[in-house]
T-cell receptor
Framework: DAGVIQSPRHEVTEMGQEVTLRCKPI?????LFWYRQTMMRGLELLIY????????DSGMPEDRFSAKMPNASFSTLKIQPSEPRDSAVYFC?????????????FGPGTRLTVL | RKEVEQDPGPFNVPEGATVAFNCTYS??????FFWYRQDCRKEPKLLMS?????NEDGRFTAQLNRASQYISLLIRDSKLSDSATYLC???????????WGAGTKLIIKP
């Protein structure tokens, strides 16, 4: 079975450009998470969707960040305009059901570099 | 104080040795605890959940001390393949929120 799929795997862009990261969760999982990981701040939750509805976006750094989940099999995280401090690895994770004890399955991540 | 604290390491350990890490958490209401493993430039993967009575999975033993608010992970007979960063994870105030430690880096040497 395919795991969580993310694209692109690497993205290098210039400051001010729009960046769109994509995620396909595991089929049947109804919880989806976007995380950002940096050396300085570790793994941070950006936004959580349940049944395609954003439940908690308090981790989204600022208005430059937006996320959508138009259907159960696709989500995007957009940064517009991008800044060098956005450079990080962005992970998408999905989880079956809403039980906290259910494992979160992570995608391979998108390594973003903003020059 | 960070919500979940871990010694960043690195822990340099000879192959075959036993190594233990601790992790402390600040939210006394936390109910769920996990250890995830993250290999270099890879995604985190669940290693094991941590149960109140302690639990073991092969060479790995996890324990929870609620009174002192810490979680431990013990690795026996360490293998070269155990080299990774181990992330301590604790649930926050909601049923979906997980708080992630910064990780402890483990290097197993031959």
């Amino acid at each position: 079975d395919a795991g969580v799929i993310q694209s692109p795997r690497h993205e290098v862009t210039e400051m001010g450009q729009e960046v769109t990261l994509r995620c396909k969760p595991i089929s049947g999982h109804n919880s989806l998470f976007w995380y950002r990981q940096t050396m300085m701040r570790g793994l941070e939750l950006l936004i959580y969707f349940n049944n395609n509805v954003p439940i908690d976006d308090s981790g989204m750094p600022e208005d430059r960040f937006s996320a959508k989940m138009p259907n159960a099999s696709f989500s995007t995280l957009k940064i517009q305009p991008s800044e060098p401090r956005d450079s990080a690895v962005y992970f998408c994770a999905s989880r079956p059901g809403t039980s906290l004890n259910n494992e979160q399955f992570f995608g391979p991540g998108t390594r973003l570099t903003v020059l | 104080r960070k919500e979940v604290e871990q010694d960043p390491g690195p822990f340099n350990v000879p192959e075959g040795a036993t190594v233990a890490f601790n992790c402390t958490y600040s939210n006394s209401a936390s109910q769920s605890f996990f250890w995830y493993r993250q290999d270099c430039r890879k995604e985190p993967k669940l290693l094991m959940s941590v149960y109140s009575s302690g639990n073991e999975d092969g060479r790995f033993t996890a324990q929870l001390n609620r009174a002192s608010q810490y979680i431990s992970l013990l690795i026996r007979d360490s293998k070269l393949s155990d080299s990774a960063t181990y992330l301590c994870v604790v649930n926050g105030g909601s049923n979906y929120q997980l708080i992630w430690g910064a990780g402890t880096k483990l290097i197993i040497k031959p």
